[in-house]
């Protein structure tokens, strides 16, 4: 597909215009990801008509993949494990019990525009809707972000709520995918929360230095390697060959830049949901840098019941891991339970004393 030209719009004369920034490559990369299942499947070399019901998904939750991604697919397979999470299938049309359109409980725990607070002693802020895959099993894919995300650059009611409860001492920002946005406006917001006093950590969950590496530039760097707070990214990559190049090299140099980073995947079923696989993964990041999170039960959300790993064959991994793994490369196995004032982790070994 052919990247969009930039629109460049100019203040009327008379008012000062703010000094135009050049358009960074990452932005531009993101504008010609790949839109249309039809043409990923080509590209890869396979049928465009071989998977029922992709367009009636698509239309659901549309298609979005970059370039960059696209290269770590292997070509001719139409099992691969990256494909399986960017590919619409007819799969997501079909209604299952259980599965809904909000089954973490995001719209009851809004405490002001854009400011979610369920958890203690740390608060969500949804910076954006946008994101650079549209992951097909996401539990957001239903979210409206236009409802509860504030006005552009508006986190006054957000900041205001964070300044008047001491208890908190972590912001994360989520979304969709916080690091969608600009760094003039992520910087903007770091140095606004880093003027919070009782605030300690910034932490942000983000899938973009893997899937779209080139994300990771110079301005990003800048401002996530200074300030008050510490910096923390969880990365969400659920495969091992996510962690090829060039994210590697991205996440590289995070680390060098003093960011801790934590990686956080869902069990995926046909695409992670083995051992060997969630080995390598925990395995391969830590030789980049990236300490293992958690690995989290599919949320429920309506449309994505083919992705999800029973609970029974979840404990048995996990138990695989612990028997093969040091402690530190074991992530916690987790799921989201609406109401509940954190995770709930699931007890993967019979009580013993
Ligand atoms: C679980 C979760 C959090 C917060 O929970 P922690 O236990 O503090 O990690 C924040 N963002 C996302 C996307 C999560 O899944
Ligand atoms: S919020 Fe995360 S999981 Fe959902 S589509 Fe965006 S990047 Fe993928």
Redesign the pocket.
Known sequence: MPTKPVMITREPRGTQPPAPRPTPAWQQALASAIRDPEILLRRLGLAPDAVPGMQEADRLFRTRVPESYLARMQPGDPRDPLLLQALPRGEETHEQPGFVSDPVGDHDALAAPGLVHK?HG?V?LLTTGACAIHCRYCFRREFDYADHSPARDDWDAALAYIAGHQEIREV?L?GGDPLALGDHRLARLAERLADIPHLQRLRI?TRLPVILPERVDAALLGWLGQGRLQHIMVLHANHPREFAAPADQALRRLAAAGVTLLN?AVLLAGINDDADTLAELQETGFHLGVLPYYL?QLDRTRGTAHFEVSAHRARALYRELHARLPGYLVPRLAR?IPGEP??TLLAPFPARE
């Open positions: 958890y740390r969500l994360i989520s969950h956080q989290h989201e954190g995770k």
